[in-house]
C-alpha cells in the first residue's frame, strides 16, 4: 500500500470516475492510475468500484467505508507535513485563500496587507470563483481557507465561522427617481429593470426571497458575479441595481448614487471556512483572526477537531 494508490482511488471518486482526468491531477497516465487502483483492491481483498466493462461507474458499499479512510489517511499525511514545517520554525509558506470578487475586491485587501507585514516571507494566492468551487476548493486542499456569503455551511467536510454581516443596497443614477426616496419599498423597486448578482452569489438568494414571498414579479435584465460590472451597467441606464453595501462603501462609480435596502432583503451573513480535521500553520490562524477578530484561536482548534 502507497500514497500513490490511495490519491488514485480518492481522485477517481472526486473525478468522477474518469480515469483520463484523475491521470491529469496525479500528472500520470491513465494505465498507471488503473494499475494503481487494482493493485490495491488485490492487497485488499476487496472490489472498491463498480465497473462496466474497464469502465469506472462507482463506488461499491465497501468502497465507499473504504474511501472515508483513505481521505483520513491523505489528510493526517498533510497534517504531518504542516507540523513538520510549523515545529521546525519555518515562518515562510504559501497561503492560498479561495473567495469571491467581492471579498478579494472590497473586504480583503486591509486584512491581506496587515497580514503580509507580519509575515513577509509568507506568499499569498487568491482564488477568486462561486461559493461552490471554493468549498470543493478548501475541501481537495487547494485552498486552505474559503471565504464566501453563501453555500459555506452546507458542506459536512467543512467548519465554518459566521465573521460579519451586512446588507445590500440600491444603486441608481443621479438624476433616477428612486436617488431621492427615503424608503423604497419592494413594489416600487420592481417597477424597473434590476441588475443584480449571478444566482447563488453575494446574497442573491435573499434578494430573491424578499420577492417571492412578497408575491412580487421582478424584471431582473443582467446579472453577473462582480460589484463593479453590475454599477457599469447601471450607468449606462440599462437598470436598477442591487449590490453589496461593502461595494458602494468604498467603491461607488461616479454619476451613481447608493439608496438604502437594509429593510427590504434579510442580512447576509460573510462565513469562513477551513477543512475539517486538518492542521492549520500558525500564520493560517492569524489570517483567520484578523479577518475576523472576534473568534478565538482556541474555539476555532475545538470546531476542528469535533468528530475527529
Not at 483520513?72 to 492560498?96: D, F, P, V
Not at 478579494?104 to 506568499?123: E, G, K
Not at 456569503?149 to 443614477?173: A, D, K, N
Given at each position: 500500500?502507497?500514497?500513490?494508490q490511495?490519491?488514485?482511488?480518492?481522485?477517481?471518486?472526486?473525478?468522477?470516475?474518469?480515469?483520463?482526468?484523475?491521470?491529469?491531477?496525479?500528472?500520470?497516465?491513465?494505465?498507471?492510475?488503473?494499475?494503481?487502483?487494482?493493485?490495491?483492491?488485490?492487497?485488499?481483498?476487496?472490489?472498491?468500484?463498480?465497473?462496466?466493462g474497464?469502465?469506472?461507474?462507482?463506488?461499491?458499499?465497501?468502497?465507499?467505508?473504504?474511501?472515508?479512510i483513505?481521505?483520513?489517511?491523505?489528510?493526517?499525511?498533510?497534517?504531518?507535513?504542516?507540523?513538520?514545517?510549523?515545529?521546525a520554525?519555518?515562518?515562510?509558506?504559501?497561503?492560498?485563500?479561495?473567495?469571491?470578487?467581492?471579498?478579494?475586491?472590497?473586504?480583503?485587501?486591509?486584512?491581506?496587507?496587515?497580514?503580509?507585514?507580519?509575515?513577509?516571507?509568507?506568499?499569498?494566492?487568491?482564488?477568486?470563483?462561486?461559493?461552490?468551487?471554493?468549498?470543493?476548493?478548501v475541501?481537495?486542499?487547494?485552498?486552505?481557507?474559503?471565504?464566501?456569503?453563501?453555500?459555506?455551511s452546507?458542506?459536512?467536510?467543512?467548519?465554518?465561522?459566521p465573521?460579519?454581516?451586512?446588507?445590500?443596497?440600491?444603486?441608481?443614477?443621479?438624476?433616477?427617481?428612486?436617488?431621492?426616496?427615503?424608503?423604497?419599498?419592494?413594489?416600487?423597486?420592481?417597477?424597473?429593470?434590476?441588475?443584480?448578482?449571478?444566482?447563488g452569489?453575494?446574497?442573491?438568494?435573499?434578494?430573491?426571497?424578499?420577492?417571492?414571498?412578497?408575491?412580487?414579479?421582478?424584471?431582473?435584465?443582467?446579472?453577473?458575479?462582480?460589484?463593479?460590472?453590475?454599477?457599469?451597467y447601471?450607468?449606462?441606464?440599462?437598470?436598477?441595481?442591487?449590490?453589496?453595501?461593502?461595494?458602494?462603501?468604498?467603491?461607488?462609480?461616479?454619476?451613481?448614487?447608493?439608496?438604502e435596502?437594509?429593510?427590504?432583503?434579510?442580512?447576509?451573513?460573510?462565513?469562513?471556512?477551513?477543512?475539517?480535521?486538518?492542521?492549520?500553520?500558525?500564520?493560517?490562524?492569524?489570517?483567520?483572526?484578523?479577518?475576523?477578530?472576534?473568534?478565538?484561536?482556541?474555539?476555532?482548534?475545538?470546531?476542528?477537531?469535533?468528530?475527529?
Amino acid at each position: 500500500m502507497n500514497f500513490q494508490q490511495l490519491r488514485s482511488i480518492r481522485e477517481a471518486a472526486r473525478r468522477g470516475y474518469n480515469l483520463t482526468e484523475v491521470a491529469n491531477v496525479l500528472f500520470t497516465s491513465q494505465p498507471g492510475v488503473s494499475r494503481q487502483i487494482r493493485e490495491l483492491e488485490e492487497e485488499l481483498g476487496v472490489e472498491i468500484f463498480e465497473r462496466n466493462g474497464k469502465r469506472l461507474t462507482g463506488l461499491t458499499d465497501p468502497g465507499k467505508g473504504i474511501l472515508q479512510i483513505i481521505e483520513r489517511l491523505l489528510l493526517e499525511a498533510e497534517n504531518l507535513r504542516q507540523a513538520s514545517q510549523e515545529y521546525a520554525g519555518e515562518k515562510s509558506g504559501t497561503l492560498a485563500v479561495a473567495t469571491t470578487h467581492t471579498q478579494a475586491r472590497y473586504v480583503l485587501p486591509r486584512v491581506v496587507q496587515s497580514f503580509r507585514t507580519a509575515f513577509p516571507d509568507v506568499r499569498i494566492a487568491l482564488q477568486q470563483s462561486s461559493p461552490e468551487h471554493i468549498a470543493e476548493w478548501v475541501i481537495s486542499g487547494k485552498a486552505d481557507v474559503g471565504i464566501a456569503t453563501e453555500g459555506l455551511s452546507q458542506f459536512e467536510e467543512l467548519v465554518s465561522f459566521p465573521c460579519y454581516r451586512w446588507s445590500h443596497m440600491i444603486v441608481v443614477p443621479e438624476d433616477h427617481p428612486l436617488s431621492g426616496a427615503h424608503k423604497v419599498s419592494l413594489q416600487e423597486l420592481a417597477a424597473y429593470p434590476l441588475i443584480t448578482y449571478d444566482v447563488g452569489f453575494t446574497g442573491r438568494s435573499h434578494i430573491d426571497d424578499a420577492f417571492r414571498e412578497a408575491g412580487i414579479a421582478t424584471d431582473i435584465v443582467l446579472t453577473a458575479m462582480d460589484s463593479d460590472v453590475i454599477q457599469q451597467y447601471v450607468s449606462l441606464g440599462m437598470g436598477v441595481g442591487i449590490v453589496a453595501s461593502m461595494a458602494v462603501e468604498t467603491n461607488l462609480a461616479r454619476g451613481l448614487r447608493a439608496v438604502e435596502a437594509a429593510h427590504l432583503f434579510a442580512p447576509n451573513v460573510t462565513r469562513l471556512a477551513v477543512r475539517r480535521g486538518a492542521y492549520l500553520r500558525s500564520y493560517v490562524y492569524e489570517f483567520i483572526l484578523q479577518f475576523a477578530p472576534e473568534l478565538r484561536r482556541r474555539d476555532i482548534e475545538t470546531a476542528l477537531n469535533a468528530g475527529a
